[in-house]
């Protein structure tokens, strides 16, 4: 079982809708969690940074972590079609934060 | 303010040869990770620099994979010699807070 769970899409919708990603995972000492964002040949950029449980919210993203579920989500609400990218989720250790553990991440398109 | 750099964009080299990766941080970062995504895989942990030291180096593959920071500004990662199962996509990250890491566009390697 890998450590951290993150269905690949790919994921259509329309321009307008509400995009909810997911990831599980099974270490259970995850603290840190993070939501990256990645354009083709681009690196990812990090777009949402989140401890222990709870939501955050910055603009159009909200972060959701569950960690009795040990789930976390990122939901984008009136989605544009910039907006069309890779979502990888990583989450790392209170000692190891360096080590983050990604995700496979999840191929996102918002069509006009 | 620049981003975490990285050259070259893209290499190819015949398996056996050797590749040397640059990352240039961000100014005043003095935290530096090195990760890689081979084909098919999730991004993957390779070391982390806390200036010229290295913090972390657990999730370097083999000694063929050699990572340096002289001065503690900008690093390298060698592989000598490179191997087919060598390519994938190197990322080179850096954070002043070792929370919120800022990443490099990445250095495609492919090893022929």
């Known amino acids: 079982q890998k450590e951290v769970e993150q269905d690949p899409g790919p994921l259509s919708v329309p321009e307008g809708a509400i995009v909810s990603l997911n990831c599980t995972y099974s270490?259970?000492?995850?603290?840190?969690f993070m939501w990256y964002r990645q354009y083709s040949r681009k690196g990812p950029e990090l777009l949402m940074y989140?401890?222990?449980?709870g939501n955050k919210e910055d603009g159009r993203f909200t972060a959701q972590v569950d960690k009795s579920s040990k789930y976390i989500s990122l939901f984008i609400r009136d989605s544009q079609p910039s907006d069309s990218a890779t979502y990888l989720c990583?989450?790392?250790?209170?000692?190891?934060?360096?080590?983050?553990?990604f995700g496979a991440g999840t191929r996102l398109t918002v069509k006009p | 303010e620049a981003g975490v750099t990285q050259f070259p964009s893209h290499s190819v080299i015949e398996k056996g040869q050797t590749v040397t990766l640059r990352c240039d941080p961000i100014?005043?970062?003095?935290?530096l990770y090195w990760y890689r995504r081979v084909m098919g895989k999730e991004i993957k942990f390779l070391l982390h620099?806390?200036?010229?030291?290295?913090?972390?180096e657990s999730g370097m593959p083999n000694n063929r994979f050699l990572a340096e920071r002289t001065g503690g500004t900008y690093s390298t990662l060698k592989v000598q010699p490179a191997e087919l199962e060598d390519s994938g996509v190197y990322f080179c990250?850096?954070?002043?807070?070792?929370?919120?890491?800022?990443f490099g566009q990445g250095t495609r390697l492919t090893v022929v």
């Open positions: 100014s005043g970062h003095d935290n």
């Open positions: 989140t401890y222990s449980s």
């Open positions: 990250a850096s954070s002043r807070d070792q929370q919120r890491a800022f």
């Open positions: 620099f806390v200036k010229e030291s290295k913090q972390d």
């Open positions: 990583a989450m790392s250790l209170p000692s190891r934060n360096n080590d983050m553990r």
């Open positions: 270490n259970s000492a995850f603290q840190y």
